[in-house]
C-alpha cells in the first residue's frame, strides 16, 4: 500500500480534514473498550455523506484497498478493530448523524447510520413515540453499527432484535454503487428481502449509511421490581408466570447473581443494593404499556404477590419514581462494565431454549469450577430471550494474564454445554474476529458454504472487513 498517495486521493474525495493520519486522532478508532484488541491503521476516514461513501468505496475497490466500516466503536467481537498488519482503512460513519424523517402518524423514523441509539430513542421521544432498542453503550453505539451487528439488549422480549426493527436501508456496496432500499412498508413480499443480508453483516457485504427503522407507542405506564431470589429455577417459575400473565406488557426480564450486584455497588458510580438482605439472585422486571388505563402497577404487584406466596420470590423492590427505574437500570446496564475492574474475565455470549437456563446455568457454573477453582462466575443477562453472558471472572488476587490464558479452553468447556443444549455460541453480540474460527464448529459445510458464496457475490474481491464472520 502507497498510504500517502491513497491518504491525498481520500481528501481530494471527503475533505483532507475528514481523513485522519496522526496518531493521537487515529486512537480513538484503534481500542477496543475491553482491551482485547489493538488495531493499527494508515488511516481513518470520516465521511460526511452517502455520496461520499460511494466515492471511498470506488476508490478503495479500484486500488485493491481493504475497508474496516466502524460505528460508535463499542463492538464485543473486534469486528470493528483494523488488523494488526496495518494494511487496513478505518471507515468511521460518526458523521453521518442526521435525522432525515419523522413520521408519527405511520409510525417510522429515517437516519443515517452514525446516529448515536440515545439521540434516536430522544427524536421518537419528541413526537411521543418509542424507538425501543435499549443497550448498555445506548450513549455512544450507533445505529449503523447495531443494524450490522443486529444488536440484541434488554428490550429484545417485547420488541425483537435490532432486524425485528429494521424496515429499509440504502448501502453502499462494495465497488461504490449504492442500493437504496430506504423503503417504509410493512409489507413488501417482493422477492429476496435483501437488506436482511447487511442486518447483521458485521460490515462484510456492504456499508449501511441509512435506515428506517419502526417506532412504537411510548409507554405512558412503565413499572419495575428489583426481585431477590433462591435459584435461577425460581427465575424461570417467575418470568414463566409474568410472561403468562402480562402477555406483551412484560418488557424486561434480566437475571443477575448477587455477585455481579456487589461488583456494581463496588464499582459503578450512583449504584447501591435496592434490597436490604443479600439474596443469591436477583432479576429486574419491568412493565409497561402504552395506554394510560392499563393497571401496571397492580399487575405487577399482583404477579410477583403469587409468586412470594408461592415461594418464588426471597423479597421484592418497587421503583417509586421513574428516577428509582433508572437506577434499577443503571445497575443492570454496568453489569458489563464493571466486571473490568475485578481484573480478567472470560466471555461467553450463549443462548439456550429459555426452559433449559436453570440447568444450564448448574452444569457451566460446575464445569468451568472445576476448571478454574476459586473462579467468580457472573452469569447474567436476558432472561427472557435464553440468553445468558456467561462471564467468568478470574480468582482474586490473580494473575490477570495468566488467567486470559485460560479463554481458548474454557470457552470449549461452556460451549459444549451449550452444544449439549442445543443453544448458540454467539446469541447476540456477533462473530467479528473473536468467534471467527469457532464459526466453523457451529455451521454445517452447507451453511458455511451457502455463506461464502454470498460473500463472493457481494465483495468479489474481499474488501469489506475482511476476516471477520468468515
Ligand atoms: O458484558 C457482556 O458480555 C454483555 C454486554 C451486553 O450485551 C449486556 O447485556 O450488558
Ligand atoms: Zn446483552
Redesign the pocket.
Known amino acids: 500500500m502507497e498510504p500517502n498517495r491513497h491518504a491525498a486521493q481520500f481528501a481530494e474525495l471527503i475533505g483532507a480534514a475528514n481523513v485522519l493520519t496522526s496518531p493521537e486522532d487515529k486512537a480513538p478508532y484503534l481500542i477496543e473498550w475491553r482491551d482485547l484488541y489493538q488495531g493499527v491503521t494508515p488511516m481513518v476516514l470520516r465521511p460526511g455523506t452517502t455520496q461520499d461513501v460511494s466515492a471511498v468505496m470506488k476508490y478503495a475497490s479500484e486500488n485493491g484497498l481493504k475497508i474496516v466500516p466502524q460505528g460508535g466503536n463499542t463492538g ?1 467481537v473486534g469486528g470493528q478493530i483494523p488488523l494488526e498488519n496495518g494494511e487496513e482503512i478505518v471507515l468511521s460513519l460518526g458523521r453521518m448523524n442526521k435525522v432525515r424523517a419523522v413520521d408519527p402518524d405511520g409510525f417510522t423514523i429515517t437516519v443515517e447510520s452514525g446516529a448515536i441509539l440515545e439521540t434516536l430513542q430522544h427524536e421518537a421521544e419528541k413526537v411521543d413515540r418509542l424507538f425501543p432498542l435499549s ?2 453503550a445506548q450513549g455512544s453505539c450507533q445505529i449503523g453499527g447495531n443494524i450490522s451487528t443486529n444488536a ?3 428490550a429484545v422480549l417485547a420488541y425483537g432484535n435490532t432486524r425485528d426493527l429494521v424496515l429499509g436501508l440504502e448501502v453502499v456496496l462494495a465497488n461504490g454503487d449504492i442500493w437504496n432500499g430506504l423503503r417504509t412498508l410493512r409489507k413488501d413480499n417482493t422477492g429476496y428481502d435483501l437488506k436482511q443480508l447487511f442486518i447483521g453483516g458485521e460490515g462484510t457485504l456492504g456499508i449501511i449509511t441509512a435506515a428506517s427503522l419502526k417506532l412504537f407507542p411510548k409507554p405512558k405506564k412503565l413499572e419495575a421490581a428489583f426481585v431477590g431470589l433462591a435459584n435461577p429455577l425460581a427465575a424461570l417459575k417467575l418470568f414463566s408466570k409474568a410472561k403468562a400473565q402480562a402477555g406483551p406488557v412484560l418488557t424486561g426480564f434480566e437475571i443477575m447473581p448477587r455477585v455481579g450486584l456487589e461488583f456494581c455497588v463496588s464499582h459503578l458510580q450512583g449504584a447501591r443494593d435496592p434490597l436490604e438482605g443479600t439474596h443469591d439472585w436477583y432479576v429486574l422486571m419491568e412493565l409497561s404499556s402504552g395506554s394510560e388505563a392499563f393497571p401496571v402497577r397492580d399487575l405487577l404487584e399482583s404477579i410477583l404477590g403469587e409468586a412470594f406466596e408461592a415461594e418464588l420470590v426471597e423479597d421484592a423492590a418497587f421503583a417509586q419514581s421513574m428516577q428509582q427505574v433508572q437506577d434499577f437500570w443503571h445497575i ?2 454496568g ?3 464493571v ?1 473490568k475492574e475485578e481484573g480478567g474475565s472470560i ?1 461467553h ?1 450463549v443462548s439456550v431454549p429459555v426452559a433449559s437456563i436453570p440447568d444450564f446455568l448448574a452444569k457451566a457454573i460446575a464445569a468451568v469450577t472445576e476448571f478454574v477453582p476459586n473462579c467468580r462466575p457472573v452469569p ?3 432472561l427472557g430471550d435464553g440468553n445468558i ?1 456467561f ?1 467468568v471472572s478470574q480468582p482474586i488476587g490473580a494473575d490477570k494474564e495468566a488467567y486470559l490464558a485460560n479463554w481458548d479452553a474454557m470457552n470449549e468447556i461452556v460451549h459444549g454445554i451449550v452444544h449439549d443444549f442445543n443453544g448458540s455460541i454467539s446469541a ?2 456477533g462473530i467479528g474476529r473473536l468467534k471467527r474460527d469457532l464459526l466453523k464448529g457451529v455451521k454445517s459445510e452447507l451453511e458455511l458454504d451457502l455463506m461464502q458464496r454470498v460473500k463472493n457475490a457481494f465483495d468479489p474481491k474481499g474488501l469489506l472487513n475482511p476476516g471477520r464472520v468468515l
Do not use: I, V
Open positions: 464485543l443497550l448498555g440484541g439488549g434488554t443492570r446496564h453489569m458489563s462494565e466486571q466471555k455470549d447474567f443477562g436476558h453472558h462471564n447476540e453480540h
